[in-house]
């Protein structure tokens, strides 16, 4: 069983409905007991990075959260937001991640007159660095759905699994050991979102 988590901010029921048309068993829940006996757990977020630490903590879920990664080892993938909570820090705020992927969360920033617009938003491709079988099957090119203000620069470059270009060369797909990021969101992201949760369901 895949448990979504429920801390109060993602579109749990995109995440759950794209997992429904894939065939694998998911459910979302708050519940530290239920998350606890996950098989795997998707880290959903939207929203900001302190926001979402503070109500992770404050619902008893993070030492939860973390003996299921660092402990059990279960397969954990976090999205858009969620990829975030998964490093260090994020200049959003002043609280801490999990630090279970070494790297940092940055605003995008762009000149005056650059015609990027904050956040990054709609259709972008990704690039493959390193393979993962949480990419395994998709297409080149392969295009995800994408609204951001902040990206992820991994620390050490044998974590980043994609890329993306938007102004600058971000981590758009990351990894370590069981614990994966998608900074996009598969759910919105039509034949390449659903192989992408297939894989995952797969791990």
């Known amino acids: 069983m895949i448990v979504i988590v429920n801390y109060g901010l993602g579109n749990l029921g995109s995440v759950l409905n794209m997992f429904k048309r894939i065939g694998a068993p998911a459910k ?10 996950a098989q795997k757990i998707l880290l959903p ?11 992770i903590h404050e619902a008893g879920l993070f030492q939860v959260l ?35 992927i070494p790297g940092k969360t940055t605003k995008f920033t762009f000149p ?9 938003m709609g259709w972008n491709e990704v690039k493959e660095k390193n393979p993962s079988p949480l990419t395994a099957g998709l297409p080149k090119p392969s295009r995800f759905y994408f609204v951001h203000s902040y990206y ?7 974590h980043s699994i994609m890329t993306t270009s938007y102004g600058l060369e971000f981590d758009s797909v990351i990894r370590s050991g069981n614990i994966f990021g998608a900074q996009f969101h598969p759910e919105k992201s039509h034949r390449f979102g659903m192989q992408l949760l297939s894989n995952f369901a797969g791990i």
């Open 152 to 158: 992820v620069k991994v620390a050490d470059p044998a």
């Open 112 to 120: 005056d007159g650059s015609p990027l617009k904050i956040p990054h």
């Open 45 to 55: 977020g939207v929203g900001a990075f302190d926001v979402a630490m503070k109500r």
């Open 28 to 37: 979302i829940t708050s519940d530290p007991r239920e998350i606890s006996e």
């Open 66 to 100: 973390n003996i299921l990664a660092l402990e059990k080892k279960i397969p954990i993938l976090g999205i858009c937001l969620g990829m975030q909570l998964l490093t260090d820090n994020s200049e959003e705020g002043g609280m801490e991640g999990f630090h279970w």
